[in-house]
């Protein structure tokens, strides 16, 4: 994977976990309808985890606070 690769998969990702974390907020929803969608959101956060560990390894530096919570532009 290189760096470009990794952030187009990180931009989806993050896309993916800031709506799922709205969803999972949502007190509309009934929580036993949101419990359910709990492991896929953790499964979402483990690979935004793990690509944050590999662009250290691709670039020698960590991701910048902005590019953590939003992603890259």
Partial sequence: MNIDDLK???N???QREQKAE???ENTNVPQATRDKWLP???KITV???TLMRKHIE???HEMKDSE???GFS
């Fill in 58 to 60: 691709i670039t020698g």
């Fill in 8 to 10: 187009r998969a990180y």
């Fill in 47 to 49: 690979l935004l985890s």
């Fill in 40 to 42: 896929e959101f953790e």
């Fill in 22 to 24: 709205k969803y999972l």
């Fill in 68 to 70: 953590v919570l939003n």
């Fill in 12 to 14: 989806v990702l993050i």
